[in-house]
Structure formats: structure tokens, C-alpha cells
T-cell receptor
Framework: NAGVTQTPKFQVLKTGQSMTLQCAQD?????MYWYRQDPGMGLRLIYY???????DKGEVPNGYNVSRLNKREFSLRLESAAPSQTSVYFC??????????FGQGTRLTVV | AQSVSQHNHHVILSEAASLELGCNYS??????LFWYVQYPGQHLQLLLK??????LVKGIKGFEAEFIKSKFSFNLRKPSVQWSDTAEYFC???????????FGAGTRLAVHP
């Protein structure tokens, strides 16, 4: 049972480059989330999707876009990466307002 | 808007000491409350959760938390910590039927042998 799978695990980008972080879950959950984790700031919600076909902004959405491709997949796109987006990104899923299951994280460095 | 405050950013304890980590939330409606733990180099794992019922909830590894509605608090406790409890602990809340899970800033716990 894979749970929540994120790719890639590590990425280095140059300022201005774009990339998409992929996330897939195999638990048939309706809700999916993207967070970024920075030292001393905990996990901050970037975007979330309560169900297939819907997405909503979280606490720090600027500079990001998301796509809920289907029930399984929720991708996060950085159109023009900036050094301030250097962070560890976590995808999570949950069934409604229940407990969330997290992926292993993507460590992104923007130089 | 929902928000979560964790009072202690860094806590250092010796083994066998008791632990209490504070968590307060801001939200007026019905809430679901969680404590997650992140061991070094790993992703977040659920320690315990509160949805309804008995306000004293027990989780894994001897942790427990008490929901005090009047204080908007959900503090995490453990009577006797071990070196293996060294980790970062996050309080989280969602509520009102919104699937918007918000986290506190985290508390980094270091337990010395």
C-alpha cells in the first residue's frame, strides 16, 4: 500500500525556471493538500482540494498553481521559481476532515 | 480564519522528565484537532486526534492530549519522555466542515539521555 507518493524527492532549480511537483494517493481520498515546511514556521498550506474538480487557496498561494487532475492526483506548479520558494514541500490526503496522510516530501532548492 | 499557536518552539528535556506542549487554536465552530510528529528526516505521522467525545485522548507511544473547549486548547502530554521522542511536534486543526487543515509552527523537542 503506497499511500501518498510524491515526485521528485529532490530538485534544484535556477531562478525563473518552472517545474511541477507530482502527488498521487491510492486511498480513494477526496481531499488533497500541498504544504511547504520552513524552519520555525511549521507547515503552511499552499493549496488544497476538497474534491475532484475543486481547488482552493491556502495560507501562502502566491507563486504557485495547482491541478486536481483526477481523484488520485494533485500537482503543484511553480511557473517562475524564486529563491524564496526554497523549501520542503509535502503533499497530503485525507477523507473529508479526518486524519491526513503525508508523502515523503520534496526538497526544493532554487538558486 | 483558523489559526493555531504553539507556545514552545524549542524544548529540551532529560529522559524520564514529563512533557507538556501547548497548543491553542482560533476558530469558533466545531473543530477536529490533531497532533502530528515528525522524526528527523521523516514525514509527518499522526500521534493522536480529537473529533468528539471524551476530551482526554490517548495516542501512540504513551502520548495523550486534553481538549479544553473553554480555553481553545489541545495540549499534548507524556508522563516520561524517552530519547526516541526527540522530534518535532505539530498541532493541527480543521473545522466547520472545511477541509482546510491548518498547522501550528511546531515544537522541536530534544531529549537528552
Amino acid at each position: 500500500n503506497a499511500g501518498v507518493t510524491q515526485t521528485p524527492k529532490f530538485q534544484v532549480l535556477k531562478t525563473g525556471q518552472s517545474m511541477t511537483l507530482q502527488c498521487a494517493q491510492d486511498m480513494n481520498h477526496n481531499s488533497m493538500y500541498w504544504y511547504r515546511q520552513d524552519p520555525g514556521m511549521g507547515l503552511r498550506l499552499i493549496y488544497y482540494s476538497a474534491s475532484e474538480g475543486t481547488t482552493d487557496k491556502g495560507e501562502v498561494p502566491n507563486g504557485y498553481n495547482v491541478s486536481r487532475l483526477n481523484k488520485r492526483e494533485f500537482s503543484l506548479r511553480l511557473e517562475s521559481a524564486a529563491p524564496s520558494q526554497t523549501s520542503v514541500y509535502f503533499c497530503a490526503s485525507s477523507e473529508g476532515v479526518g486524519r491526513a496522510f503525508f508523502g515523503q516530501g520534496t526538497r526544493l532548492t532554487v538558486v | 480564519a483558523q489559526s493555531v499557536s504553539q507556545h514552545n518552539h524549542h524544548v529540551i528535556l532529560s529522559e524520564a522528565a514529563s512533557l507538556e506542549l501547548g497548543c491553542n487554536y482560533s476558530y469558533g465552530g466545531t473543530v477536529n484537532l490533531f497532533w502530528y510528529v515528525q522524526y528527523p528526516g521523516q514525514h509527518l505521522q499522526l500521534l493522536l486526534k480529537y473529533f468528539s467525545g471524551d476530551p482526554l485522548v490517548k495516542g501512540i507511544k504513551g502520548f495523550e492530549a486534553e481538549f479544553i473547549k473553554s480555553k481553545f486548547s489541545f495540549n499534548l502530554r507524556k508522563p516520561s519522555v524517552q530519547w526516541s521522542d526527540t522530534a518535532e511536534y505539530f498541532c493541527a486543526v480543521n473545522g466547520g466542515g472545511y477541509n482546510k487543515l491548518i498547522f501550528g509552527a511546531g515544537t522541536r523537542l530534544a531529549v537528552h539521555p
